[in-house]
């Protein structure tokens, strides 16, 4: 086991009804003015957004509400509500929505505090000083971003998604009320399912040296994420599943996972990060299409972990049979697994490199991950 | 899956040589006077005294050391060390030793600045409004105290073995070097491990509502446990074992396994600490005789689980064959299973009983724990 340091401070409210009490949680913090982000504005037709304004209208909280917020969110819009923060003075950021808002939220609350261009962040120009403290009433189970400290934006200009990673980005409170996830539609429950299964497998095959009792861990989460998404596609209404599916979620992400292992890297993030970038396909839509395809390539890498992967979530033998299972489960239950399905054509695959190998430096792993590698990969998908 | 708050701000720093950068921890918080608790001599002839000495030295941290404190740590104790701290007017107190010394530093910190008698707190006369920050190196893993904010002491003179509990004592900064770990006894390995594995099955039993994800959780919990004893037994440097038992350790009552269940208890615990309180017998080796005897009579009520149990554990069918088979753990590894091997006698019935009916109430759990039940439970284990 490797020296690590863990460290979450995150408090989780869940359940059902939690939602109601979130003026509460603000105000406990000494929180006068928020800014409440959200995404469509279907949380206005479902009764959501009713819920909070009368909880923070309680608790005597003024609130500022910015919408139209999208998946694989936007540094545009990033900068737009940055300014509104700014102007309006705001003590925190109130996030209601999926990961999409909540990483939009984080950047928002440590670019409000800053002078400069937030995106300086994400380029490494500059680092997290201070943040408004960050809320959230989350309504899609994926990203894990309700406990950890990340962020994901995508600068549509330069065509680069990329992250920011602060001790300060922590929300303060995350309500999980897996009711809220019950309309989600079957297209989105899979992705998320995608999403879930990449974050458990990255550091699980890409670090040499990983503990048997994380390595148990991660595949805990693999089975329930599996076992659940099959379920909700039945019965979206089973509350048991969606609260099972959204607490597996929280963990793939909230560092647990990755405590002890060696030295470890993100490349289906990376590959994925690059064709949200371009083409815009939902994350988890792309990380179903990556995941085998990286797969393949790599298994002889880590040859004894992936023979684990077959026996434990598949109780089969070989590291091929495993990576087989995965993509008909993917298959399977709908979430994509060719680039073709996407309608990218083997005539991109200049267009992806190029943007590829800019992320493959980014993410620190150029000397593994170059040209000829990714095309391997690349090719291995299509 | 039941509705439930998860926090907990613990900062986890883990691995070798870790304990060399206690000071910087403390310095961070602001910390300029430290009491360091401790239990024997020990630590000053391995060195860590003075590793820990050097560390608050260089980091213009005064301190004042106090040990003696002994495992089923008391309450006398308690009371001395309180004392100092008021006295000495200490910013902090530093732990350095196992789950006893930790647990006094939690009683001594909320007990520092109280006015009145600590106990109250342990009697729920009065709540811990506050407490000093708490610090620790641990050197012996099996209680989890190092990220939770409970802690237990037993009162001498009552025969009072009992609990705190409040988010106050969250230590702000648990170093865990399993390097620290390597001269326990083979008698307190295999006690710790049968402490851990009652950590997790109190809730996993008991709760009539368990969520599948967090069977999983606890049975990677006890399955590593349970190995990596037995690899530390045949070879006590074993580092990688030494560390998953003690990661395994921390996560068993750290909170995340007792989320999202059904109301539970802790009845192992309960008839465990009439055992210490009135024998002072080792916490781990009470916990080994009381399980099994607890579970043949327990069985009936959660049919279901227990059969999990025996196939997840053990691979095996019935709830009796796994009972039976944790019960042959026991013996093999070397913890006692009978009361004789403490030399309870039958004829000790009435004493113990007085003392587990009074458990019972303070457990809550009397309606189900009556004489009738407590003494068919006591039979079992004679």
């Given at each position: 086991?490797?020296?690590?340091?863990?460290?979450n401070p995150?408090k989780?409210?869940?359940g059902?009804d939690?939602?109601?009490?979130i003026?509460t949680?603000l105000?406990k913090c000494n929180?006068k003015k928020?800014?409440?982000t959200?995404?469509?504005?279907?949380?206005?037709?479902?009764?959501?957004?009713d819920?909070?304004e009368k909880?923070?209208?309680e608790?005597?909280?003024?609130?500022i509400?910015?919408?139209?917020?999208?998946?694989?969110?936007v540094?545009?819009?990033?900068?737009?509500?940055?300014?509104i923060?700014?102007?309006?003075?705001?003590?925190?950021i109130?996030?209601?929505?999926g990961g999409s808002?909540?990483?939009?939220?984080?950047?928002?609350?440590?670019?409000?505090?800053?002078?400069g261009?937030v995106w300086?962040f994400?380029?490494?120009?500059?680092l997290?000083?201070?943040?408004?403290?960050i809320f959230?009433?989350?309504?899609?189970a994926?990203?894990?971003?309700?406990?950890n400290?990340?962020a994901v934006?995508?600068?549509?200009?330069?065509?680069?998604?990329?992250a920011?990673?602060?001790?300060?980005?922590y929300?303060?409170?995350?309500v999980?009320?897996?009711?809220?996830?019950?309309?989600?539609?079957?297209?989105?429950?899979?992705?998320?399912?995608a999403?879930?299964i990449a974050?458990?497998?990255?550091?699980?095959?890409?670090?040499?040296i990983?503990?048997?009792?994380?390595?148990r861990?991660?595949?805990a989460?693999i089975?329930?994420?599996?076992?659940?998404t099959?379920i909700?596609?039945h019965?979206p209404?089973?509350?048991?599943?969606?609260a099972?599916f959204?607490?597996a979620?929280?963990n793939?992400?909230?560092?647990?996972?990755?405590?002890?292992i060696s030295?470890?890297?993100?490349?289906?993030?990376?590959?994925?990060h690059?064709?949200?970038?371009?083409?815009?396909?939902?994350?988890?839509?792309?990380?179903?299409?990556?995941m085998p395809?990286?797969m393949?390539?790599y298994?002889?890498?880590?040859?004894a972990?992936f023979?684990?992967?077959?026996?434990?979530?598949?109780?089969?033998e070989?590291?091929?049979?495993?990576?087989?299972a995965?993509?008909?489960w993917?298959?399977?239950v709908?979430?994509p697994?060719?680039?073709?399905?996407f309608?990218?054509q083997?005539s991109?695959?200049?267009?992806?490199?190029?943007?590829?190998?800019?992320?493959?430096?980014y993410?620190g792993?150029?000397e593994i991950?170059?040209?000829?590698?990714?095309?391997k990969?690349?090719?291995n998908?299509?």
């Open positions: 086991m490797q020296n690590f340091t863990f460290y995150t989780i409210e869940f059902k939690k939602e109601k009490e003026g949680h105000k929180i928020v800014l409440l959200y995404g469509s504005e279907r949380i206005k037709k479902d009764g959501l957004f819920i909070v909880s923070l209208n608790n005597n909280i003024e609130f509400a910015v919408g139209g917020i999208v998946s694989n969110p540094l545009s819009k990033v900068y737009e509500i940055i300014s923060a700014k102007e309006e003075k705001v003590d925190a109130l996030s209601v929505g808002v909540l990483d939009s939220s984080k950047a928002i609350a440590a670019g409000a505090l800053y002078d261009d300086d994400f380029i490494g120009k500059a997290v000083q201070k943040a408004l403290p959230d009433i989350l309504t899609l994926a990203t894990g971003s309700e406990m400290c990340g934006i995508t600068n549509e200009n330069t065509k680069q998604k990329y920011i990673q602060s001790p300060l980005l929300p303060k409170v995350s999980i009320n897996p009711e809220l996830m019950k309309t989600i539609s079957k297209d989105y429950l899979v992705y998320s399912a999403d879930i974050h458990s497998i990255e550091g699980y095959f890409t670090a040499t990983h503990p048997t009792y994380i390595n861990q991660i595949e989460i089975k329930t994420v599996m076992q659940t099959e909700l596609i019965n209404d089973d509350y048991n599943a969606r099972e959204a607490w979620a929280t793939a992400l909230n560092g647990l996972t990755y405590v002890g030295e470890f890297s993100y490349p289906n993030h990376m590959i994925e690059s064709l949200s970038a371009l083409y815009n396909v939902p994350h988890g839509a792309g990380l179903s299409v990556v395809a990286w393949k390539w298994k002889s890498k880590n040859e972990q023979k684990r992967f077959a026996k434990e979530i598949f109780e089969l070989t590291a091929e049979e495993g990576i087989d995965l993509e008909a993917f298959n399977k709908g979430t697994t060719k680039l073709s399905q309608n990218i083997i991109d695959t200049d267009k992806i490199l190029e943007n590829l190998l800019e992320n493959a430096q993410f792993i150029k991950y170059t040209k000829d590698v990714l095309t990969i690349l090719n998908a299509f």
